[in-house]
């Protein structure tokens, strides 16, 4: 990689480090803000989804927008979002202004869900494609275990008043996002969508800045910009896969181990003295494992990451979930299958949907598509963020680590018979793939 184009990642890597900061920060803010608003439990409610709610809005009308209007305006979008919020966070006067303020963020969160790794495939040289993508979601580990530390270090060592102390962790976040805003005026936009738009002279030059020697013309018989596209035989198999694979990234159970998980580990007698350290001890976890996906997942492919780490996966879930049935909930064996469970999911199921996602769909209509998947991640992730602490009260955690095992399972079997492998191919021949295997079905006719 050049200098350049590594600069470039930095910059647009901000924008999942920033996702993964808002989404964290309210653990640690939750509770001061509470007991500062006195907040009803509704009122709690609202507060904790509206981010999310933002998030789904920020996503259901980027896709189109990003398709007319291009990648980099997107992102300018997006980084003025998040720096807005974490300023209106910081100093919200009442209950109403920090919803909005969180609302804003939401939207901020959904726009680079989806033009992050849609810009870090099309500018990306196809050998090492899919480990840039993958740093956006080690981009927004790292923003989580920062949101973690910030919290911690704010609650451990300042010396102003308790219940102020939101304000402060809210506003930690206005520092990358001003760096992001800052940055986002020197990136290029994406090659590829400027030969859409048949902007050919800049896409030579971009392409040179970036070393992309691989950038083909479209296949003639690509998608030209509809997207009931996405129905037709071509890409049938492209679309069912940019829906399940985010959906099953929800229901593989990273809920209910991000809820469960630091109670477990202080009920099984780890030298943890709260939640706090609970939860920077999964959150180190969790950046640790992200980095064997980008050692990997130009090495090995899409393919077998994604295989070894779904059954990983369900093997990790299926002793968690024997565990629980056998009482074992402070034995040092539950914290290892957990933590398995953490690996497996880091290396395949989390970064690849979003690797695979930014790959399978035409060009005319990528960032569109990629809107749907995403959309779908995100209701997901709702429904079982709720459903979660439901389902281990009523079912109690052995059934319900087992049907995120069952859904793993399922998942395994999806990527084994649909999933090509697309590792150090060019976008545009992936594209093809999907034409041409149309065209093979049709000669055996």
Avoid at 387 to 411: D, E, K, M, N, V
Wanted: charged residues 10%.
């Amino acid at each position: 990689m050049s200098k350049k184009f590594i600069i470039i990642l930095c910059i647009v890597s901000l924008g999942g480090f920033l996702f993964g900061f808002d989404m964290a920060v309210i653990a640690g803010a939750l509770p001061l803000v509470k007991q500062f608003f006195e907040l009803s439990p509704a009122q709690e409610g609202i507060f904790v989804s509206s981010a999310l709610l933002g998030c789904i809005a920020g996503v259901f009308f980027t896709g189109s927008l990003t398709d007319k209007y291009g990648r980099k305006p997107a992102f300018v979008t997006a980084a003025l979002l998040f720096l807005f919020s974490a300023l209106g966070c910081g100093f919200s006067s009442s209950y109403p202004l920090l919803i909005a303020s969180r609302s804003i963020g939401g939207l901020g969160v959904g726009i680079a869900s989806i033009v992050v790794p849609l810009y870090l495939a099309e500018i990306s040289p196809s050998k090492f494609r899919g480990r840039s993508v993958t740093c956006y979601q080690l981009a927004i580990t790292f923003g989580i275990l920062f949101a973690y530390i910030s919290n911690y270090l704010l609650l451990e060592h300042s010396s102003s008043q308790q219940n102020e102390l939101w304000r402060s962790m809210f506003l930690v976040g206005a520092i990358p996002a001003l760096l992001l805003c800052i940055g986002v005026y020197f990136i290029p936009e994406s090659p590829r969508w400027l030969s859409k738009n048949g902007r050919m002279a800049e896409v030579a030059q971009i392409s040179t800045l970036l070393g992309i020697a691989d950038l083909q013309e479209a296949p003639s018989l690509s998608s030209k910009g509809k997207m009931s596209d996405l129905f037709s035989p071509i890409y049938r198999k492209a679309f069912l896969l940019g829906l399940f694979l985010p959906l099953f990234s929800q229901l593989s159970g990273i809920n209910a181990i991000v809820y469960y998980g630091p109670s477990i580990l202080l009920e099984s007698g780890i030298s943890l003295n709260n939640s706090y350290h609970a939860q920077l001890f999964f959150g180190a976890a969790n950046v640790l494992f992200t980095f064997f996906a980008i050692w990997k997942v130009d090495n090995w492919g899409r393919r077998p990451l994604y295989l070894i780490g779904t059954i990983g996966a369900t093997v990790s879930l299926l002793i968690t979930g024997y565990l629980f049935n056998q009482g074992q909930i402070n034995n040092i064996a539950l914290i290892i299958a957990i933590l398995s469970f953490l690996f497996f999911f880091a290396f395949s199921i989390g970064p690849l949907k979003f690797v695979v996602a930014a790959e399978i769909f035409p060009n005319a209509i990528r960032a569109r598509a990629m809107g749907i998947s995403i959309m779908v991640m995100w209701i997901s992730d709702a429904i079982v963020g709720q459903l979660t602490p439901i389902l281990l009260a009523s079912w109690g955690a052995r059934y319900t680590f087992w049907l995120f095992a069952f859904f793993c399972a399922i998942a395994f079997f999806v990527v084994l018979g649909f999933l090509p492998e697309t590792k150090g191919k060019p976008l545009e021949e992936i594209e093809k793939f999907w034409i041409e295997k149309l065209n093979k079905k049709s000669t055996k006719k």
